[in-house]
């Protein structure tokens, strides 16, 4: 596979006007096929081998949050990055989840053609089929290059997405610890 998408890539710099035989592009076939492979690689993972059991019983009755998980993702209209941070809660019912696990699922689902609104929806439908939780919420604050470097050109704009499920979305009491503990220091 790394040597056919490095022949369509040296097939694109041709059709742009370069020679790809040129001194600073030889080699980049190859190097930009490495790094569509480990920037997509999400789609040869699976949520399960991520979690590899790390499940915990625990009487815990409160929410769990990772904050501030740094991501990169790839839009899939212009195949150009955006990045920012994810953070993830969730409401634990008798079981929690090693900690690291939550910042795996997000790079799961992170390391594909992407839209920010699916993302959000893909790590928060993952947590709650896994985990089994009473409920859980998930916020994404992105940069888009596609925004930045094109079109409207709006180097700060940050988008903002969010979903909640379960009592994360229908105990409002949950959503604003959730959104008070996400805007805290």
Do not use: W
């Not at 992105?142 to 909640?164: D, F, I, P, W, Y």
């Amino acid at each position: 596979m790394n040597d056919h998408i490095a022949r369509l890539i040296e097939q694109l710099i041709v059709a742009l006007g370069e020679n790809p035989t040129r001194e600073g592009l030889v080699g980049t076939p190859e190097r930009v096929s490495s790094s569509l492979q480990f920037l997509t690689q999400g789609y040869r993972q699976q949520v399960a081998g991520v979690l590899n059991g790390a499940f915990f019983s625990v009487d815990h009755k409160d929410m769990v949050m990772v904050k501030d998980i740094d991501f990169f993702s790839l839009c899939e209209h212009h195949l150009l990055p955006f990045f920012g941070k994810c953070h993830v809660a969730y409401l634990p019912d008798k079981t929690v989840v090693g900690l690291s696990k939550l910042p795996r699922i997000v790079e799961v689902y992170s390391r594909r053609l992407q839209l920010q609104e699916r993302l959000t929806a893909d790590i928060a439908e993952a947590i709650l089929q896994n985990i089994h939780p009473l409920g859980v919420g998930v916020v994404i604050e992105a940069h888009h290059l596609c925004m930045m470097m094109r079109g409207v050109e709006k180097q700060n704009a940050k988008t903002v997405t969010s979903t909640m499920l379960g009592v994360f979305r229908d105990d409002p009491k949950t959503r604003t610890e959730f959104l008070d503990l996400l805007h805290r220091a």
